[in-house]
């Protein structure tokens, strides 16, 4: 594989509220008859009006079924909202998929790959690969890792097919690391740490930091209140992910209003449901925990995986 350095990465990406009545969450894989009315963009064959000639359209049903000869299922999809003439078409806004091995459809615990893909422009074709925990479903992805990404310009549809079958074939890597952040147990300096740095994470991809990093730690049921690296993920994802957490407070907690002081309200997190700022917060979280894991500091690239030609 060749890979080079771009500027073009998720936080750069315009970032447009997803509409939780455009999310879809199933107990059961979506069907191909399915897909379409799920996400208007799946059947999309035409390029945004303002993209140049270069602009290669990559069909996301194609993808999708190459994904499907290869044993995978749909098990969710979210589209992001069109907002007037910088968003284009909705049928041609960024969307996204998340897809696991028909035989882990339904576990607890289950490795996923994630599609994201565009037809105006937004953002490059993208796949990422993690692990999702059913019992706190929420319409997130999982916590995990950017392996592809690819221009929509100077590819053909057969060079993306065989770089995303090369990312699928290497997919069961995942439950080999998600047993090491079991057997992992940290510190309470360590799970301070890794509070204080997934508070860092909320500012790294454009929202203000909680009051409180030790909340973010909470869990929210009793199996999550382990102290190893695979229960302080969770939690963590889930905290950082559904909000309900008390946002930094003023320095004044008192404002003037016309002749008297009132006191200002506490605001708190809203769940992330912004594509770019839900991947970029999972992607960086699971590069938090693979730190934690291995002892070593890791870099968050925004490397550019093309297949070889």
């Known amino acids: 594989m060749n890979t080079m350095n771009t ?4 936080d750069d990406a315009i970032m447009t509220a997803t509409s939780p009545a455009e999310m879809h969450d199933t107990k059961q894989p979506i069907g191909d008859m399915e897909l379409p009315y799920v996400l208007p963009q799946h059947l999309n064959r035409e ?36 907002h007037g003439e910088n968003g284009g078409e909705k049928s041609m806004t960024r969307h996204l998929y998340r897809l696991c ?3 882990d459809f339904g576990k607890t615990e289950l490795p996923e790959l ?48 065989a770089a995303i079958r090369g990312v699928a074939d290497g997919f069961s890597q995942y439950y080999d690391e998600v047993d090491a952040f079991k057997a992992k147990i940290l510190t309470d300096g360590e799970i301070r740490d890794f ?33 190893d690296l695979w229960s302080v993920f969770n939690r963590t994802q889930e905290n950082l992910m559904k909000g309900g957490l008390e946002l930094t407070r003023n320095a004044e907690k008192w404002r003037k209003e016309g002749d008297r002081m009132v006191r200002t309200r506490n605001r708190q997190t809203r769940p992330i449901r912004n594509i770019v700022q839900n ?12 730190e934690f894991a291995t002892g070593k500091p890791l870099e968050i690239t925004d490397a550019v995986i093309v297949p070889e030609i």
């Open 101 to 103: 091995r028909r035989t």
């Open 7 to 10: 500027t073009n990465n998720l």
């Open 279 to 290: 991947v970029g917060a999972n992607t960086r979280l699971w590069t938090l925990a693979e």
């Open 47 to 82: 390029v945004y009006e303002k993209r140049t000639k270069a602009y290669d359209l990559f069909e996301s049903d194609t993808i999708i079924q190459n994904l499907e000869r290869m044993d995978f299922v749909v098990r969710d999809a979210i589209t992001q909202k069109s």
């Open 114 to 161: 994630v599609v994201v893909n565009s037809h105006n422009g937004a953002c490059s074709l993208r796949v990422y690969t993690g692990y999702f925990r059913l019992i706190c479903s929420n319409g997130m992805i999982c916590g995990g890792q950017e392996k592809l990404r690819i221009r929509h310009m100077g590819h053909t549809m057969d060079e993306v097919l």
């Open 195 to 227: 509070g204080r740095k997934a508070n860092e994470i909320r500012v790294a991809i454009g929202l203000r930091p909680v009051d409180d990093d030790m909340a973010l730690l909470a869990p929210r049921r009793a199996e999550d209140a382990g102290n």
